[in-house]
């Protein structure tokens, strides 16, 4: 056999090994999963938007946005006056609507007096998410599609109109219902982009303090085999849950103080970017109280020692430093999944299977609990506390039971014989 | 009385039994040493009265307590020096027995330092970080770790290993003095003439067997030779 040929046989034998592939393998599962929902989502908000349309007067204008909306849209509520409004928005929230849209009696009238002719938009929102206002955007692009039509008609018609009144013919004013509130004067966007600022900073603390301190642990327990120095810890006169609890609550404090440090200069790099959306949300009722704060407190504290009981789980795996920094993508990840999926969806709009998926991953609780609260959702900010500390728990336990066992010090067991035989066939 | 009562312990990894049904006991006081080839045995058995690893089959007494029930109890009274360990090396000689002691009774934590620094003798080193020492002082340290909390039982394995001449036999006068104050060993070795000057009695292990054991001179005497280096020869070829 050749020098390369040795060195290669002897490399693959050494990364050919159950710490190696099984992240990697979860990892691929987990995009994959994520891979299907989203498409299942995208190609959902794909379809033409679910309208409704009330339209009080059969004139030039409101005929062409009526027509243009039934061609480009899916008209499920017809009505000619402003009265059925309530029936309207209630069929609408039945089948899944976007948004009913009134076009008043004078809307022509008020066009040709060079006003904006308005128009009435009542949106039923569903979702917070990026994904969740698509349907929005849509119809947004539609009004545009409506002016740019009704404009071409004014010029045709008539020369000298005025240019800024061209450009802008119809106004919009809007109304959107979500979760049970009614927001005037604001549409889904806003809305959505309001509560996305508002609730960015917790998944990317989280997401911080679980990466730096879940990567103190596991390269904690590699050292420890590595210096060769756990061996001496274990015959001391010191508990299991002792030596677990010591090193998760040190890394918690290191966790913590170097996120701190972290979040200061992001702090001052999100200020760099900030813009004011002219919309103070306190005005509608959607401000954190204190009590608020004190679940999001204890939410983020149960998940980082659930956090870092699973880190110290996989630490045990770890064979030396090498192989602890392979240990920490999947916990990067973990973090990573939960703050993309908050920020493209809101849990309740979730297809089922994500909706599990995401209440599975312990770091995803606190990162649903400021938008949560803000609605009064209590029982998903409790329900995921309740969640954590059983999964903090039940990892905490395992541990110790690992701590127990011959596998800290004799690495792999029986389970993994599989992978040795097959090693064996092949060199 | 005896210290240690092991009964027919048996230790299997998976399918491969690495410990095939030994038994011995080590009275109070006595060093006891473990002699066999690489791969005998004689790590596995260290660790599994260290509580390191557990039993699959038989049973192990120390100092009256069974190590299956009461393992917590045991750590109390044991100290183990594995063979290739190491010391947190971000910390300095004296931080790291201060760190040993305090797992132990508050009182005597001054006076356990100071006994650790006695043994290991690394002079003014005591105070640098681990990670500049020489393999020679990485095991004095570890030897004034293992001996200063004064054990009842000491389990060394190879407690010389990397030591020069003078060192080791500095050490072995250690171990001596410590069992004479009341302290029972149990240790493994590669030397036999180490075995041979320390131990009150030994076991000759192969493959995961005790193939004879006895005083090192009864031994000499039944196999008529000199050392016991030529009655592990006899004995392991027969």
Same mark, same amino acid.
């Given at each position: 056999m050749s020098g390369l040929g040795n060195i290669i046989k002897k490399e693959i034998r050494e990364l050919l090994t159950p710490a190696t592939f099984l992240p990697i393998i979860i990892i691929a599962l987990i995009f994959g999963t994520m891979g299907n929902s989203i498409q299942g989502i995208q190609e959902q908000a794909q379809t033409p938007p679910v309208i409704g349309v009330i339209n009080e007067e059969n004139t030039t204008f409101s005929t062409m946005a009526s027509t243009i909306l039934h061609d480009h849209a899916k008209v499920i509520y017809n009505s000619t006056s402003n009265a059925d409004i309530q029936i309207g928005l209630e069929t609408l929230k039945e089948k899944n609507g976007v948004a009913l849209i009134v076009i008043p009696a004078n809307f022509t009238e008020q066009i040709l007096r060079e006003e904006p002719g308005n128009i009435k938009v009542y949106w039923i929102m569903k979702g917070a998410g990026l994904m969740d206002t698509i349907s929005s955007s849509v119809f947004e692009s539609l009004i545009a599609y409506i002016n740019t039509n009704i404009s071409k008609e004014l010029i045709g018609g008539n020369s000298s109109v005025n240019a800024s009144f061209i450009l802008s013919p119809t106004k919009r004013v809007e109304t959107t219902y979500f979760k049970n509130r009614e927001f005037s004067g604001l549409s889904p966007n806003t809305i959505s982009g309001m509560l996305s600022s508002q609730s960015l900073l917790i998944p990317i603390v989280m997401m911080m303090i679980i990466i730096m301190a879940g990567s103190i642990v596991i390269t904690s327990m590699a050292l420890e085999k590595e210096n060769k120095t756990l061996e001496t810890l274990l015959t001391l006169p010191v508990k299991r849950t002792s030596i677990v609890t010591g090193k998760i609550v040190a890394a918690a404090v290191i966790g913590l103080l170097l996120a701190v440090i972290y979040m200061i200069g992001m702090g001052y790099y999100f200020a760099g970017f900030q813009i004011?959306?002219?919309?103070?949300?306190?005005?509608?009722?959607?401000?954190?109280?204190?009590?608020?704060?004190?679940? #999001?407190? !204890?939410?983020?504290?149960?998940?980082?020692?659930?956090?870092? +009981?699973?880190?110290?789980?996989?630490?045990?795996?770890?064979?030396?430093?090498?192989?602890?920094?392979?240990?920490?993508?999947?916990?990067?990840?973990?973090?990573?999944?939960?703050?993309?999926?908050?920020?493209?969806?809101?849990?309740?709009?979730?297809?089922?299977?994500?909706?599990?998926?995401?209440?599975? !991953?312990?770091?995803?609780?606190?990162?649903?609990?400021?938008?949560?609260?803000?609605?009064?959702?209590?029982?998903?900010?409790?329900?995921? #506390?309740?969640?954590?500390?059983?999964?903090?728990?039940?990892?905490? +336990? #395992?541990?110790?039971?690992?701590?127990?066992?011959?596998?800290?010090?004799?690495?792999?067991?029986?389970?993994?014989?599989?992978?040795?035989?097959?090693?064996?066939?092949?060199? | 009385m005896a210290a240690v009562t092991v009964t027919n312990l048996v230790k299997k990894y998976g399918s491969f039994e690495a410990v095939k049904g030994i038994s011995f006991s080590i009275d109070e006081g006595e060093i006891f040493g473990l002699i066999g080839p690489n791969g005998a045995g004689k790590t596995t058995i260290l660790r599994i009265i260290s509580t390191l690893l557990s039993i699959t089959s038989g049973s192990i007494t120390i100092l009256g307590n069974d190590l299956g029930k009461q393992s917590g109890d045991i750590r109390k009274l044991i100290s183990y020096l594995p063979e290739d360990a190491g010391a947190y090396k971000n910390l300095t000689g004296r931080a790291y027995l201060q760190f040993i002691a305090n797992f132990f009774d508050p009182k005597q934590i001054p006076q356990m330092v100071e006994k650790g620094i006695e043994i290991a003798d690394l002079g003014n080193r005591i105070d640098d970080r681990v990670d500049t020492y020489s393999k020679g002082m990485m095991r004095r340290l570890l030897v004034g770790r293992a001996m200063m909390t004064n054990p009842k039982l000491a389990i060394l394995d190879e407690p010389t290993s990397g030591l020069?001449?003078?060192?080791?036999?500095?050490? %072995?006068?250690?171990?001596?003095?410590?069992?004479?104050? *009341?302290?029972?060993?149990?240790?493994?070795?590669?030397?036999?003439?180490?075995?041979?000057?320390?131990?009150? %009695?030994?076991?000759?292990?192969?493959?995961?067997?005790?193939?004879?054991? *006895?005083?090192?001179?009864?031994?000499?005497?039944?196999?008529?030779?000199?050392?016991?280096?030529?009655?592990?020869? %006899?004995?392991? %070829?027969?």
């Open positions: 004011s959306a002219g919309v103070n949300l306190a005005t509608y009722g959607l401000v954190l109280t204190s009590e608020d704060f004190i679940w #999001i407190g !204890i939410s983020l504290f149960i998940t980082l020692i659930a956090g870092l +009981s699973l880190c110290m789980l996989l630490g045990t795996f770890a064979k030396n430093y090498k192989s602890a920094q392979t240990l920490t993508f999947p916990i990067t990840m973990l973090a990573l999944i939960p703050m993309f999926l908050t920020m493209f969806a809101d849990f309740d709009t979730l297809p089922l299977p994500l909706q599990i998926f995401t209440f599975a !991953i312990p770091f995803s609780h606190p990162m649903m609990a400021p938008r949560a609260l803000l609605f009064h959702d209590y029982p998903l900010v409790i329900g995921g #506390i309740v969640y954590v500390v059983i999964f903090a728990a039940v990892t905490i +336990s #395992i541990v110790v039971w690992v701590f127990k066992t011959d596998r800290l010090l004799t690495g792999s067991t029986s389970k993994f014989k599989w992978i040795k035989g097959l090693k064996r066939r092949r060199f | 020069d001449v003078i060192n080791a036999t500095e050490i %072995r006068k250690l171990i001596k003095e410590t069992a004479q104050k *009341g302290t029972t060993v149990l240790l493994s070795s590669h030397n036999m003439l180490e075995v041979e000057y320390l131990c009150d %009695r030994i076991a000759l292990i192969s493959e995961g067997k005790i193939v004879e054991e *006895g005083k090192p001179k009864t031994l000499m005497e039944k196999y008529k030779v000199h050392n016991v280096e030529e009655v592990f020869t %006899r004995v392991v %070829r027969s």
